[in-house]
């Protein structure tokens, strides 16, 4: 059985940094593609990252660019959210997800109906 657990998360001022783990078990990840998302209150599950569990590939909402960064550590099976200068804005829960290799399409990637397998969550706060 899948399983993805998420940590990192927390309560921190504007401007600082955050790292986000994901591990998984249960399956060899290297088929899948690897996604972050996030929900703030009252707000749709939004697409963050993604990265391909093989290959590296990495993909990004415009939102975060250049200021997080999405990465694997195959060893540990362990896919991370580093996220740095956080604004109130990104505060939501954040969701680890996996979906299958066959995602290429942004559109495809960035859709929380694709993927198949989810965390319970870990809570990010950005307070100003």
């Known amino acids: 059985q899948v399983q993805l657990v998420e940590s990192g998360g927390g309560l921190v001022q504007a401007g600082a940094s955050l790292r986000l783990s994901c591990a998984a078990s249960?399956?060899?990840?290297?088929?899948?593609?690897m996604g972050w998302f996030r929900q703030a209150p009252g707000k749709e599950r939004e697409f963050v990252a993604a990265?391909?569990?093989?290959?590296?590939?990495?993909y990004y909402a415009d939102f975060v660019k250049g200021r997080f960064t999405i990465s694997r550590e195959n060893a540990k099976n362990t896919v991370y959210l580093e996220m740095n200068s956080l604004e109130p804005e990104d505060t939501a829960v954040y969701y680890c997800?996996?979906?299958?290799?066959?995602?290429?399409?942004?559109?495809?990637?960035?859709?929380?109906?694709?993927?198949?397998?989810w965390g319970q969550g870990t809570q990010v706060t950005a307070s100003s």
């Open positions: 990265i391909r569990w093989s290959g590296g590939g990495t």
């Open positions: 249960g399956r060899t990840f290297s088929n899948f593609v």
């Open positions: 997800a996996a979906g299958p290799f066959s995602l290429y399409r942004y559109s495809d990637l960035s859709r929380p109906s694709k993927y198949d397998y």
